[in-house]
């Protein structure tokens, strides 16, 4: 029983908020491998920078084009979604 109960936190624990940060005039503009190396570091420089709120997160990840990042709670999406127009590069 024990068991279980921890596997049900476990799967809680994963879900989370899917955002996707890509191009304005995306799908004709992509993001190349380049590119998403570059932005996914940017991200990580502002997290570690920890100016005010840092942002909790599953993973990042290179998707078709776009940089995908699944966030675990609807405040990091928030940020994401407030430093990502801002990020130079």
Sequence with gaps: M????GQ?????????IRTV?????YPAETLGSEELT?????LMEEIFRGSGYKASF???YF?????????????SATW???IAPKLAG
């Design 2 to 5: 024990h068991r279980l109960e």
């Design 8 to 16: 049900r936190k476990y799967a809680d624990d994963l879900k989370g």
């Design 21 to 25: 940060v890509l191009p304005l005039n």
């Design 38 to 42: 570059v932005l996914q570091d940017l």
């Design 58 to 60: 599953h993973g990042v």
């Design 63 to 75: 998707k078709e084009g776009m940089l995908q990042v699944d966030y675990k709670d609807e405040r």
């Design 80 to 82: 994401l979604r407030e």
